[in-house]
T-cell receptor
Framework: GQNIDQPTEMTATEGAIVQINCTYQ??????LFWYQQHAGEAPTFLSY??LDGLEEKGRFSSFLSRSKGYSYLLLKELQMKDSASYLC??????????WGAGTKLIIKP | NAGVTQTPKFRVLKTGQSMTLLCAQD?????MYWYRQDPGMGLRLIHY???????AKGEVPDGYNVSRLKKQNFLLGLESAAPSQTSVYFC?????????????FGEGSRLTVL
């Protein structure tokens, strides 16, 4: 079966760095996405990786290793507004998205 | 600047009642999707559409029907609501082209079935 695993919850301190991991087992691979979802709101797109390596976008970076079925989202200089759930999703061979359950990130002052 | 709009935002139904959720997008996107989101689970695809007049089943289609009569609208119907359909429903859309093809989501519709 297809599976996306990510930690349920993480806590970090304002101003620090946090890494959210995502491992996947899917039928084929056509890209990996990270979305941010604030409580009670819609998910919003953060990043997309289709090739191995690091994609940097401001304070956020996303890494992919296709051979290991692994990705991480790195958030630097954490701000209180980064408190949210972070969703990992993989596009499979049928171009359908398989979603992880999300990682709730709690930022403490 | 509307993007993807869902109506209604909240609804309470009794078991057996029917209702329709409306999704409208103003970005001329080809693909539209209906997901449900439940605590502790990833988003699950109910139905989707790759263009006007087309629909297809997703992972959890039972108990739901959809229609895409106009390109900008995607309707999700519940013919006979059940408590198991209590959830937050998200509509999403994306263009038919473009490498990433990220999804644009509506604000969600919170449905409670008693």
């Amino acid at each position: 079966g297809q599976n996306i695993d990510q930690p349920t919850e993480m806590t970090a301190t304002e101003g620090a760095i946090v890494q959210i991991n995502c491992t996947y087992q899917t039928s084929g691979f056509n890209g990996l996405f990270w979305y941010q979802q604030h409580a009670g709101e819609a998910p919003t797109f953060l990043s997309y990786n289709v090739l191995d390596g690091l994609e940097e976008k401001g304070r956020f970076s996303s890494f992919l290793s296709r051979s290991k079925g692994y990705s991480y989202l790195l958030l630097k200089e954490l701000q209180m507004k980064d408190s949210a759930s972070y969703l990992c999703a993989v596009r499979d061979s049928n171009y359908q998205l398989i979603w992880g359950a999300g990682t709730k990130l709690i930022i403490k002052p | 600047n509307a993007g993807v709009t869902q109506t209604p935002k909240f609804r309470v139904l009794k078991t057996g009642q029917s209702m329709t959720l409306l999704c409208a997008q103003d970005m001329n996107h080809e693909y539209m999707y209906w997901y449900r989101q439940d605590p502790g689970m990833g988003l699950r695809l109910i139905h989707y559409s790759v263009g006007e007049g087309t629909t297809a089943k997703g992972e959890v289609p039972d108990g739901y029907n959809v229609s895409r009569l106009k390109k900008q609208n995607f309707l999700l119907g519940l013919e006979s609501a059940a408590p198991s359909q209590t959830s937050v429903y998200f509509c999403a859309s994306r263009p038919g082209t473009g490498e990433a093809g990220e999804l644009f989501f509506g604000e969600g519709s919170r449905l409670t079935v008693l």
